[in-house]
């Protein structure tokens, strides 16, 4: 069973182990006996089984259990040692069970709103405010029920529920460690970067755009979705001048996977200002990296991306032959980009097909007809590629893969998520059940180039609620924080940085670290056996912890966040600054 699973299963138990608890209470108010004992029999062995899901989540890491170990097996034991208890004594009058029952229902259903509003790291605070909820939900139902507890145990109650209260609520309005400033550091440029020898103007604006025959609303570059593909020779210089004309809430320019200096990434409110209508702005960077890339407005950018605002960043060596082709995939308005194209290519032509999640979602792959080999990921070449057939690649939200192939006599064609987009011929293909490729056995391994780390962060991603904004809101949160209350990671230029990524949530988050590639050490405790891969976007599904490392050679204040945009929007996202 993997984490993932486990974390989905161990959720399903508590909530069916807190519903039988409560509907046993209920049936026992009721004086429904068989029932009764029939619920509270079933929420006991529930409860019992999570001891089993807990220390799992325990072993493959602290991280998933903290909050279950330190705060829902406790309560969880005292449901138990209550109203379990109650279970196995004479049968009286079955309305007597009732509270004790209910006070097992009230303990797992504060365990796990501590699990899911409050997730990791466990806190002491949390554990308290549900421990007065628990309590006060207690002795209310004691009133109700007009069972009269003595004077002794009521006052007691209300002294624990009001001690508990007070404290937890001290314990979790306290701020942790506010980040510095983050939002008005502004690098400069220091390297030269010569004249520009490839220029290019976009005029970001709304607009309507056919696809598949629908007229759809749309924000675009020059009035087309994708915007128009960018393309250059290893060593120009680029120059692109970017014009707002009717985006009301601002535009930028990100170079998805060009490690540009700090001042061209593009991030409004951290390096530059958001582009109001009427504005312009006007890029300037070295094409130093060979491969596929794209570009995307990062204001407002869940919108913005999703309405239209991207397209194609190309950077080639010179010269190249055959047939090169780049596949851009989105979803405008529920439909899907790009449209379907047939192109003969002629056999024993070489073909790089460059592959593009422009999406908040992991999208499926399959090219079909033709033997192939993955050359590149996320803009970089892959040692010692071999060659694949009836094999998928799932690329995540912001990542890229070119494949490579002879082409054929016989038809090729390309499809995503069943749907053939890209083919050279007629060609009926089924891929749904073809086996997936694994990158991190994929290739020729190489040494690691660095053998100590000088900095270590761990990111755990999770949800909880976000009580520090005017309105709270359902956040997905990095540490138990969200933006701009995560704290940034400091490293001085020079370091070699270790990052572990730990997904204890219930969805993948795509990560995405602005401003340098990382090189995957591990995942899940298995170490990366195949071709160095060096990424900018990768896939934590639930239950994941991935090693990655970099080295810190491109000073500035980065964003460092997750590429599925609206959990970015909704608080994803912290920075990498440098010292
Ligand atoms: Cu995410």
Redesign the pocket.
Known sequence: MTVGSLLAADLVIAVLAAAGWLGGGVASAARRRPLALGLAAFALLATLTRAVTITALARAGWWFAAEKVLIAAPLSLAAVLVAGARLLRRPGDIRSAAVPKLFAGYALSGALLVTLLHGYPASAGAGLLAVAGIVAATAVTWRVLGARPSRTVSRGAVAVAVAALVTGTGLAVTPGTVPAAAHDHEYRETRPVGEPTRRFTLTAGTTTVNVSGRDVAAWAFDGQVPGPELTATVGDVLEVTLRNRDIGRGVTLHWHGYDVPNGQDGVPGVTQAAVLPGQEFVYRFRADQVGTYWYHTHAVFDVGVRMGLYGVLVVRPAPVSGVDVTVPVHTLAGLPLPAPRTEPVRAGTPVRLRLINTDSTTHRYALAGTPFRVAAIDGSDLAGPTPLTDTAVLIPAGGRYDLVFTAPAAPVALLVDGRAVWSTGPLAAATGDWPVLDPLSYGTAEPTPWARFDRDYTLV?DRGLDLRRLLPRYA?TVNGAAEPDIPPQVVRPGDTVRFTIVNR?L????WHLHGHHVLVLSRNGQPATGSPLWLDSFDVRPGDVWEVAFRADNPGMWANH???LP??EAG?VLHLMYS
Do not use: T
């Open positions: 991603l997905h949530s969805v993948v988050h795509p997750c590429h599925n959990h970015a994803m």
